[in-house]
Each structure stands twice: as C-alpha cells, then as structure tokens.
C-alpha cells in the first residue's frame, strides 16, 4: 500500500508564498514521476507542475516563474514552492506519485489566496 500524506497549503495573501510537501509512504521500491495538479471551484483538475525521477520539471504556463517543483528522493517527497501568490491560485492542489505501473494520489489541500 502506498500513501501520500501533503502539508502546507493554507490562507495567504496575495504576493505571499506557500511551500507544498508531499510524502510518499507504504511499500515500493521506487517512485517514478511525481507532480501536483490542482482544481478550482467550476474548473477541471489541471497539471500545476511534475518533475522525473531524474529531476526534469514542467510547468503550466499559469505558473511558470512563480512555482518551483522538487524533489528529495531520499526522503520520497516532493515540494511545490509557491512565491507570488495570485488569487487564481487558490484552489485544492493534489500531489501525485507514480509507483510501478500506478498513480497515487494525495487527498488534496486547501490553498487560498486572499486579495
């Protein structure tokens, strides 16, 4: 079994900065990609930011130059730095890892930025 337990999220103003942790845990030898994704009230699940077991990273656009994914694999953990928070950017954000041939998911937490 394989478990992803996220910290972090919280209220913050606008221009403020978040740090996302995502601990993976349970029985596996290796994690392959890990990322966040987040969802917005009235708006599908989209893609905020991944990373490789090598540490290559993408980035929604939305996104880019504000938010900064990594990883510490030693730890099975990954981080979503969030500087210069929008209002847009409040939304419930959910980590991912994927083991073998599986998607694991976080069970999400609440960021919210205040004008």
């Known amino acids: 079994q394989v478990q992803l337990v996220e910290s972090g999220g919280g209220l913050v103003q606008a221009g403020g900065s978040l740090r996302l942790s995502c601990a993976a845990s349970?029985?596996?030898?290796?994690?392959?990609?890990m990322g966040w994704y987040r969802q917005a009230p009235g708006k599908q699940r989209e893609l905020v930011a991944g990373?490789?077991?090598?540490?290559?990273?993408n980035y929604a656009d939305s996104v880019k130059g504000r938010f900064t994914i990594s990883r510490d694999n030693a730890k099975n953990t990954v981080y979503l730095q969030m500087n210069s928070l929008i209002p847009d950017d409040t939304a419930v954000y959910y980590c991912n890892a994927d083991i073998r041939t599986v998607r694991y998911w976080g069970q999400g937490t609440q960021v919210t930025v205040s004008s």
């Open positions: 349970g029985i596996f030898f290796r994690i392959n990609a």
């Open positions: 990373i490789t077991s090598g540490g290559l990273t």
